[in-house]
């Protein structure tokens, strides 16, 4: 069993930053990404990696301000937020798969975190 813990989320203004992290524990994993949820709106594809190399996905919402990555030491993914606005509120939720699946696609990931809270006020 996987467990994913969420945390980092919080209240910024428009411009500013924020880190959220993702300590993974239990079986191995493989790719690793971030989504997002608004009230409202349907859940949707943020960031994503694979837990060994380089490679990286980005939702183009998000490209050129959110930068995702891993300290594969802490069993841990971040995700560096910057420039933040106010769409960017949501719920962001981490998630897993032992496999290479399609980084994007929410239907495929096995085990899911709680959730931590992003409000960007304007």
């Known amino acids: 069993q996987v467990q994913l813990v969420e945390s980092g989320g919080g209240l910024v203004q428009a411009g500013g930053s924020l880190r959220l992290s993702c300590a993974a524990s239990g079986r191995t994993f493989y790719t690793m990404g971030w989504f997002r949820q608004a009230p409202g709106k349907e859940r949707e594809f943020v960031a994503a990696l694979r837990w060994t190399g380089i490679s990286t996905y980005y939702a183009d919402a998000v490209k050129g301000r959110f930068t995702i990555s891993r300290d594969n030491t802490k069993n841990t993914m971040y995700l560096e937020m910057s420039s933040l606005k106010p769409e960017d509120t949501a719920v962001y939720y981490c998630?897993?798969?032992?496999?290479?699946?399609?980084?994007?696609?929410?239907?495929?990931?096995?085990?899911w975190g709680q959730g931590t809270q992003v409000t960007v006020s304007s």
């Open positions: 998630a897993t798969h032992r496999a290479a699946i399609p980084p994007s696609d929410l239907s495929k990931y096995e085990y």
